[in-house]
C-alpha cells in the first residue's frame, strides 16, 4: 500500500471566479518533499445532448485563453456544493436552451491531474424539451455561443481534421462509444 502524502503547509496565493491556486509544501509517498503548485477546481459536469439517436449538439464557443471560437460540448464548473446532475441540467438550459428529461452518466475524468484537481462528470442528455416559458436560464455574461447539432460520425471526422481541438470533446465521444 503507498503511503499517503503528508501535507506540512498550504498556502492560497490567488482566489478566482471559477478556481484558486495553491502551493503546497509536502511530503510524497515516495518520502521527498516537495513544494507543489495546485489549482484547485469545484468538479465541472460535461454534456452530450443527443435530440436524437446518433445526433450531438456542440456549441461553438468563444474562449479567450486561446482568443478563438472552437466546437465543443457544452460543460460548466459546478457551484460549491451543487449536485453534479442538478448542475449538469442547469448547464444544458443555460448553453443548449433544452432541459433534459434523462440524464445517463457515462463517465468521469481528470482532464489535467498534473497541476489541477479538476474532475469533468460527463452526462448522456437525451429527452430534451424547450424550458419552461418563465425560465430564467442564459448563458454566463462572458460566454458567447452558438449551438449546432450534428451527426455522431460527422463530429469524429471533425476530430480527425482537427476541426474539434477540445479535450473534454474529444473524451466525450470517446466515452459515448
Same mark, same amino acid.
Given at each position: ?66 482568443? /478563438? ?87 469524429? /471526422? ?20
Amino acid at each position: 500500500m503507498t503511503p499517503p502524502t503528508t501535507v506540512h503547509e498550504r498556502r492560497e496565493i490567488y482566489r478566482g471566479r471559477i478556481f484558486t491556486l495553491s502551493v503546497d509544501r509536502v511530503t510524497l509517498p515516495s518520502g521527498h518533499t516537495a513544494t507543489m503548485e495546485v489549482v484547485r477546481h469545484p468538479g465541472s459536469v460535461v454534456l452530450l445532448p443527443m435530440p436524437a439517436p446518433g445526433r450531438l449538439i456542440l456549441i461553438r464557443q468563444y474562449r479567450y485563453s486561446i482568443d /478563438r471560437s472552437i466546437w465543443e460540448l457544452p460543460a460548466g464548473s459546478l457551484k460549491p456544493g451543487e449536485d453534479p446532475r442538478l448542475g449538469a441540467a442547469r448547464e444544458c438550459e443555460e448553453e443548449v436552451g433544452l432541459v433534459p428529461g434523462t440524464l445517463d452518466e457515462i463517465g468521469e475524468l481528470f482532464p489535467t491531474p498534473g497541476f489541477c484537481d479538476e474532475w469533468m462528470k460527463f452526462y448522456r442528455c437525451t429527452d430534451l424539451t424547450p424550458p419552461a416559458p418563465d425560465s430564467t436560464a442564459r448563458p454566463d455574461d462572458d460566454e458567447v455561443i452558438e449551438p449546432a447539432t450534428f451527426d455522431v460520425d460527422e463530429v469524429r /471526422r471533425m476530430i480527425r481534421a482537427g476541426d474539434v481541438v477540445d479535450m473534454k470533446t474529444v473524451a466525450g465521444l470517446a466515452l459515448l462509444g
